[in-house]
């Protein structure tokens, strides 16, 4: 048991929680790796929500609801970590919410989708076809789902998929705590904050922004902005690590 | 199975060999998660032993050939990642190797054992006592062992025990990519390099170092100055990822 007055309590609550999810298979081993990953890169934004960050989650609403057919993308780390976000940002936006895995099992698709059903989501399932030009299981998706979206958030995403997504022509928003790696270069919009705190942000952002700030955000975005942002407040708490 | 050319290749593969050693339980699952957070550190520094962490590794073995008693400690990840340069490291300075973990179960302590005597390390065993001032299962140890150790290597250690064992006026020798963590900030001496890069530039340095400059590294040791250039190095990558 974690003490609650435990100095990193919630990143030591939430690091249990993907083990325990990696051993009944909803997280892949790698995807503890990478939760570690993003948790060096969080520590040097400081655990919060940057400005930066909340222009671009704002953003991201403005994208979704602009969207004729968005899509959110879940793999096992998000299901672990956000289920129940997800579920809330889906009824703001409309998005249809499909399953896509880097290690694909049928037997991992389901327990994902139905811990997403749990958590309060309508999950886009049924038969797949390997539509994505990409090797492995991650190019299994619907036709009418992943395949047909315009917008497509990708959170914890792989960089050769959100790559693909973006060479398809879609428009694509990732979640992604490390603003060097290619899927935070390769994204339409990359969103420099931790997923359980970015999703409850671009979910009130649908219930509140008014039709002329959308448009705004969307005339503005300027993703090697935002990525130089989050570079700079890293770089910025670096060097006062040691004061 | 990963290619060869994968421009990631070794961090691939070496990751593959911990979510293989998290399967059969020499990893701990927050063992993942912790060797996530050094990748990306890893990343920041280039991947690369830089020349302060050089400084650093020969300071390390100047420290172990002055020390009366040392001790290499060896936990879940140390014995997966590098078990062999963990013998080879013991054959150059004569200490003693002895595994201590966080999440203790008898059955690891003999898995990690007999992994480091297959690679050729001279483990020391047997009955432990609860001697260190830690809760939790850290605490054991041998009376001959870590406990009367002077000089202590505790490659990819918590914070706590690092501390623990430095207020008990031990030399702490830490291995850790992350130079702002307690670990780093709490031992003698902290070397902000990747463990499988580290090691065999220690053992080297136990082999070749004369004992004039063994006692100028020793008598120069400014571990506030091996931080800053470590954070230096991580600050002058990250200003420079989007040129």
Redesign the interface.
Known sequence: MIPPDHPRYRSLVT?ER??RC??NGIVA??G??????????D?LIGERTTESALIAERTAAAMLLSARNPVISVNGNTAALAAREIAGLQKACGALVEVNLFHRTEQRVAQIEALLRDAGAEVHSGAAEQLLPLSHDRAWCRRDGMFSADVILVPLEDGDRAEALAAMGKSVIAVDL???SRTAQRATLTIVDELTRALPVITASCRELPEKDRRALLASLDN?YL??EA?RE??VR??H??D
Do not use: D, V
Request: glycine share 6%; charged share 15%.
């Open positions: 690091r993907l083990a990696a051993k081993m790698e503890l790796t990478a939760h570690g990953r993003g948790e060096a890169f520590y490390n603003p060097l090697h990525l130089s570079i890293m770089t670096l060097s690590a040691l």
